[in-house]
């Protein structure tokens, strides 16, 4: 058995560069037990093990919720280690913040945050090892050279495996410093490898928390208020429980839990309560009402975020002032799998089977509400079938935890489509007050002013955190504006509704470079310069946006000859340490609109996985593009209208675009992947529908605005 020392995930991060010494956790190995037959396993850290047999297991802390961050990051620690990708298992870390820290994925931070500390910890294992194949072989440390899971002595011709090193290598200390490979030197790293849990998606032996059976357990569901607030005032269950397969019905904090012998026996259940909710203030909103809201609260006193140079009405005498108003509503998340967790909860512990985003937060929140310690409480974590941060959200695990609770078995609380789409927590619908000033002789643009009105995502989930402060969340993309012109001025105005809001794939820079983008190609037009040229004039201080902005260009073909009825527009923007410009060619047909074509080009720093690039390129395409055709969450009496796929439409097959993605070769500092692709989708296709038709798209979605509506096959 191995006497492994660990530290957690937090403080392995932190160490960063320079710390390899002390970054690499200690670990010391007994000799083989005879009895049992127990193979000596050389675990340097948290993150890797090497068996005697060679087999090298990586442990992966990020959820994997289909954006390959399994084999990403598997790759950092064997391509360091010079391990034998073949005999490489890449497995599910488990939840243990002891181990790991805190546990959370979200923000694009998987590959940027693991990028040295998990390549580093590779390279000490893979030093460990040379150090132990030099005493092994009698030779020199300098002679000896890794190469794919064995240790080569060149000048001999022998060589010796990792599996055989093991022991040896688990009681060296630790070396003081370790150097990472050139990029020349790497071998998996910047690669196209196909996805380690690709094979148990395609032959179903994938486990998500919707898969899990557990003896004697019941299956859930869940009555809530269908308006925001509102709460239970009095039930009548009889009818519930005369449902064939209905075993019980209980109270929890969301509502009322019908339990069942299956997921279907629980719904139709559910449907024969009879339940009175008081439904709240929250009842008096709609989608009118909140429209006013915001535009009510336009003129208010905003928290400057950023402030430089002259002001839109300062600017010298001569400008031509503009100024326009954008808009976007408030969005579901709609993951493929909807959202379902399987808890157990008994006397002294608690287990829950899960697809979470924060596993750790999930745990101490259960933990909590429980009255147990943490130790006491294991999380299971599964597969995710789709998060964009909705998963990141504990409330749905906490739920089956109570059910569980309440009902003394093991429960599989199931959410259905309905429940996901009208009980969600929502990107925030805003409103953009956008001006500028500009010089018409010189054609240069003098000030720039943009107002986001908009309600505060850290304020409504932890009230009193942002206060009167600037959210310097919401004004992410907006104050970090890239252009460069003499003035620009942003302010935040807070807008907080009953409506519940959460993280959403790009978070604000989804609404802030519709803006920025849609109304810098107004300034274009009132000065006569090429959307492409007047955004190539003003990133000259940004080189890596500007260079995604000249290869989606070239690659969508600007400038050429066009259809009747065909536009190309392009947009760009920079988030999550990343830089994207997406040009889309649009065709429009008697207000139709179809997306034909989009050329992503991208600067992520290093390439990581060149495939998984491309795919999260197609993926953020996808969903940017369903959510700017028709994508809207609708509000009437306080609730949600949109319950299915047919009112809350995504793209469909046949409606998706070619798109293209072109990498821009860079090793400057690395970027995330998962979220920067969305943002400038949206604006790239207002702005080429405004060169196919003249017409300007200042709200979202198109369906509607103007007589648009998205072409459909």
């Not at 670990?27 to 037959?37: K, L, S």
């Not at 675990?43 to 090298?56: K, M, Q, T, Y």
């Not at 300098?142 to 093991?166: D, K, P």
């Not at 709200?699 to 007589?707: A, C, E, Q, V």
Request: net charge neutral; glycine share 10%; aromatic share 6%.
């Amino acid at each position: 058995m191995s006497d492994v020392v660990l530290i957690s995930r937090r403080t392995f991060l932190a160490l960063g560069a320079g710390a390899a010494g002390s970054l690499v956790l200690g670990c010391r190995i007994t000799p083989r037990d005879a009895a049992t037959g127990t193979a000596p396993v050389f675990v340097p850290n948290a993150f890797l093990a090497v068996d005697g047999e060679g087999a090298v297991t990586v442990w992966v802390p990020e959820a994997e919720m289909g954006q390959g961050v399994l084999t990403a990051l598997g790759v950092l620690v064997a391509d360091e280690m010079e391990a034998d990708w073949e005999k490489v298992r890449v497995e599910q870390a488990p939840v243990d913040p002891e181990r790991f820290g805190k546990m959370s994925t979200g923000g694009s931070t998987s590959v940027r945050e693991g990028w040295e500390p998990l390549r580093r910890a590779g390279a000490t294992a893979r030093e460990m090892l040379l150090t132990a194949a030099a005493a092994r072989l009698g030779v020199d440390r300098s002679q000896l050279a890794a190469r794919r899971g064995r240790v080569i002595h060149e000048a001999s011709g022998r060589s010796v495996g990792y599996g055989e090193l093991a022991e040896a290598a688990a009681a060296l200390p630790l070396p003081a410093e370790v150097a990472l490979k050139k990029p020349g030197e790497l071998r998996l790293i910047g690669k196209p490898i196909p996805r380690v849990d690709t094979p148990a998606k395609v032959d179903g032996s994938a486990a998500f928390s919707i898969d899990v059976r557990r003896d004697g357990m019941l299956h859930a569901v869940i009555a809530r208020c269908p308006v925001f607030g509102g709460t239970l005032k009095a039930y009548e269950d009889r009818a519930a429980l005369a449902v064939l397969g209905v075993r019980k019905v209980v109270r929890v904090p969301t509502g009322i839990a019908v339990l069942a012998d299956s997921t279907w026996a629980a719904i139709r259940g559910r449907e024969a309560l009879e339940i009175a909710w008081d439904r709240g203030e929250a009842a008096a909103w709609d989608d009118a009402r909140i429209a006013r809201y915001l535009n009510e609260r336009a003129p208010a006193k905003g928290v400057e975020a950023r402030s430089e140079g002259p002001t839109v009405a300062g600017a010298a005498d001569g400008a031509t002032r503009i100024e326009r108003r954008y808009s976007v509503p408030f969005l579901a998340h709609a993951p493929m799998e909807t959202l379902n967790a399987v808890a157990d909860v008994r006397p002294g512990r608690c287990e829950i089977w899960v697809g979470s985003q924060s596993p750790t937060r999930l745990q101490a929140e259960a933990a909590k509400r429980l009255g147990l310690d943490v130790a006491r409480v294991t999380v299971h974590q599964m597969f995710l079938g789709g998060g964009f941060g909705r998963r990141a959200w504990p409330d749905f695990g906490l739920e089956a935890v109570e059910v569980s609770r309440a009902a003394g078995a093991p429960v599989k609380l199931t959410w259905t489509r309905e429940d996901d789409m009208r009980h969600d927590l929502y990107r925030p619908a805003s409103l953009h007050l956008m001006g500028a000033a500009v010089d018409p002789t010189s054609r240069r643009v003098l000030a720039w002013r943009h107002r986001l009105v908009a309600p505060s995502i850290l304020e409504q989930l932890w009230p009193g955190s942002i206060g009167d402060r600037l959210d310097e969340m919401a004004v992410s993309g907006a104050k970090d504006l890239p252009y460069a012109i003499p003035g620009i001025h942003v302010d935040y105005v807070m807008a907080n509704t009953p409506v519940p809001v959460m993280w959403w794939r790009s978070v604000y820079a989804s609404q802030n470079a519709f803006a920025n983008e849609a109304f810098l190609d107004e300034i274009a037009a009132l000065l006569r310069k090429d959307p492409v040229e007047i955004r190539l004039e003003l990133l000259k201080g940004s080189p890596r946006l500007r260079k995604t902005v000249e290869m989606a260009a070239e690659g969508i073909g600007w400038g050429r000859s066009l259809p009747p009825g065909h536009g190309l527009g392009i947009a760009c923007h920079a988030s999550f340490g990343s830089f994207v410009a997406h040009a889309a060619e649009v065709a429009v047909a008697k207000g139709t609109v179809r997306v034909l074509r989009v050329v992503a080009a991208v600067d992520c720093g290093p390439v990581v996985n060149p495939d998984t690039i491309a795919a999260q390129m197609d993926s953020a395409v996808v969903y940017g593009l369903s959510a700017a055709l028709r994508g809207r969450i609708s509000i009437r009496g306080g609730a949600v209208v949109e319950g299915s796929w047919a009112d809350y439409e995504p793209l469909r097959y046949a409606e998706m675009p070619v798109v293209e993605t072109r990498i821009v070769s860079s090793e400057e500092s690395i970027g995330g992947i998962g979220e920067p692709g969305l943002p400038p989708i949206a604006p790239a296709v207002v702005n080429a529908i405004f060169a196919a038709t003249g017409k300007r798209v200042r709200s979202l979605p198109i369906s509607g605005h103007d007589g648009f509506k998205a072409w459909e096959a």
